[in-house]
């Protein structure tokens, strides 16, 4: 289904022109494309574009990650002790360079989805921009909640530490 860039606008909201650029640029094959916000924010920037089943299962990913690093360090004994920070920050250098590559792809396909949705339940031209808009866009709704509970757990573990070992 050929999705016109009017409806792509509404649903992109007001960063439009540079997902409209990343729009075009998918169309002609680019899949990759470098993301500062999804480099910095991470899982926050996945929150805030409104994908939250992307962030359940990047948030999956990461748990499977850490579980199998954990069991191949223990496993194999790696030069690099568990608690190295080393390691630390080069995985997470290493995931934040990945969730950055694909984050426009993710957006521009998850875009692609819900419009599609919208244009097999919707007839009126009204109604579609409308619909596009309220589905679109960001939130900042669960970028705040899942901060507040990040520093909240955060202290926890700083005031208990006793009882996350």
Same mark, same amino acid.
């Given at each position: 289904?050929?999705?016109?860039?009017?409806?792509?606008?509404?649903?992109?909201?007001?960063?439009?022109?540079?997902?409209?650029? &990343?729009? #075009?640029?998918?169309?002609?094959?680019?899949?990759?494309?470098?993301?500062?916000?999804?480099?910095?924010?991470?899982?926050?920037?996945?929150? =805030? *574009?409104?994908?939250?089943?992307?962030?359940?299962?990047?948030?999956?990913?990461?748990?499977?990650?850490?579980?199998?690093?954990?069991?191949?360090?223990? *496993?194999?004994?790696? %030069?690099?002790?568990?608690?190295?920070?080393?390691?630390?920050?080069?995985?997470?250098?290493?995931?934040?360079?990945?969730?950055?590559?694909?984050?426009?792809?993710? =957006?521009?396909? =998850?875009?692609?989805? &819900?419009?599609? &949705?919208?244009? *097999?339940?919707?007839?009126?031209?009204?109604?579609?921009?409308? &619909?596009?808009? *309220?589905?679109?866009?960001?939130?900042?709704?669960?970028?705040?909640?899942?901060?507040?509970?990040?520093?909240?757990?955060?202290?926890?573990?700083? #005031?208990? %530490?006793?009882?996350?070992?």
């Amino acid at each position: 289904m050929d999705i016109n860039e009017e409806y792509l606008a509404a649903f992109f909201g007001r960063n439009a022109d540079y997902y409209l650029g &990343k729009w #075009r640029a998918w169309q002609g094959g680019q899949r990759i494309s470098f993301n500062g916000g999804a480099f910095f924010a991470g899982i926050f920037w996945v929150l =805030y *574009r409104r994908m939250y089943w992307v962030a359940g299962l990047i948030m999956l990913c990461l748990v499977a990650e850490a579980e199998a690093e954990e069991w191949l360090l223990h *496993r194999f004994s790696f %030069p690099l002790a568990p608690e190295s920070q080393s390691r630390t920050i080069v995985v997470n250098v290493l995931s934040a360079t990945i969730l950055s590559a694909c984050a426009n792809w993710m =957006y521009l396909a =998850y875009a692609r989805r &819900k419009i599609t &949705k919208v244009l *097999r339940t919707e007839t009126s031209e009204e109604a579609i921009l409308r &619909k596009l808009r *309220r589905q679109g866009g960001t939130s900042w709704t669960f970028f705040i909640v899942a901060a507040v509970l990040v520093v909240g757990i955060m202290g926890l573990i700083c #005031r208990y %530490p006793q009882y996350f070992q």
